[in-house]
């Protein structure tokens, strides 16, 4: 059957912390089959890499920049505050994924792109498709408790997983005919089954988001024409310093994945994808 003209793919990639690194190696994969990526949304860890990548940067790029990760890279970054709304400044990390993605709008990037948060006085999703790409991205990602919310336009905004943890109709809502999801929020109780020890307060505070995930993540999917979700048991939302073995289980999953999506996508727009 010769191929019809492609229809538009987007990708939706969800929250995570660590875990959520395995976008990375879902990335790679989709590329490496040759399936064209024309939209990307992100939440939190998600929003992240998706700006990485709608940035420019190829996933063995985005691989080797965390798998190069060390603590020593790492504490830097975790800039301490007065714990008035949370324990942490983002101003550091937003230097750093500055530094990393660029100083762009969303209008500048490669690839359109969308990241969400949500406002925390009043509960409700808040999309960032304008402006700078750094604002959004520091907002999706700014975990209550641990970082001090994020003050835009008059409104207090954090982790964006809160709300829509995986933003699959967002990326259809931007034009997608066919969406991708990506799910690294783990569907059991992720905290070590330690009695003799009490979860620290970042455990504690990404636990909270997750409950919160789960249940929301599975109405997510429902705009989603396939969802890839990767083996997470064993890894926390800290462990990155585990990123080699994050990013391969996300190439594992996506390469179970290809035979269902490019079926999908023959049946439903006639189109193989070539290398």
């Known amino acids: 059957m010769p191929a019809s003209k492609p229809p538009k793919i987007g990708i939706a990639l969800g929250g995570g912390a660590a875990r959520g690194i395995i976008h990375i190696g879902v990335l790679e994969v989709l590329e490496k089959e040759a399936i064209p990526l024309d939209l990307v949304t992100g939440t939190s860890m998600g929003a992240i890499i998706g700006a990485l990548y709608a940035s420019g940067h190829t996933p063995p790029e ?61 509960g409700q999703e808040v999309l960032f498709r304008e402006g700078p ?51 690294a929020i783990y569907h059991h109780d992720y905290i070590k089954p330690d009695k ?51 990013v391969l289980r996300g190439e594992l999953s996506a390469t179970d994945a290809i035979p269902n999506l490019k079926h999908l996508l023959l049946r439903k727009y006639s189109y193989t994808p070539t290398i």
């Open 62 to 122: 985005m691989k080797e920049i965390v798998s190069n990760l060390s603590w020593k890279q790492l504490m830097p970054l975790l800039d301490l505050a007065a714990p008035r709304a949370g324990f942490l400044s983002s101003r550091k990390i937003k230097d750093y994924l500055k530094g990393l993605i660029g100083d762009v709008t969303f209008a500048e990037l490669k690839k359109p792109f969308a990241c969400v948060a949500a406002d925390v006085k009043t």
């Open 133 to 183: 790409v750094i604002d959004g991205v520091i907002a999706s990602m700014s975990l209550p408790i641990i970082f001090h919310p994020v003050k835009n336009k008059n409104r207090f905004l954090v982790d964006g997983g809160l709300i829509t943890p995986i933003p699959a109709q967002i990326v259809r809502d931007m034009g997608a005919d066919f969406v991708i999801a990506v799910n």
């Open 196 to 246: 003799d020890s009490a979860p620290s307060i970042f455990d504690t505070a990404f636990q909270i988001v997750n409950i919160m995930s789960i249940h929301m993540a599975k109405e997510n999917l429902q705009a989603a024409d396939i969802a890839i979700e990767p083996d997470l048991s064993g890894i926390g939302p800290g462990d990155f310093l585990k990123a080699p073995e994050i």
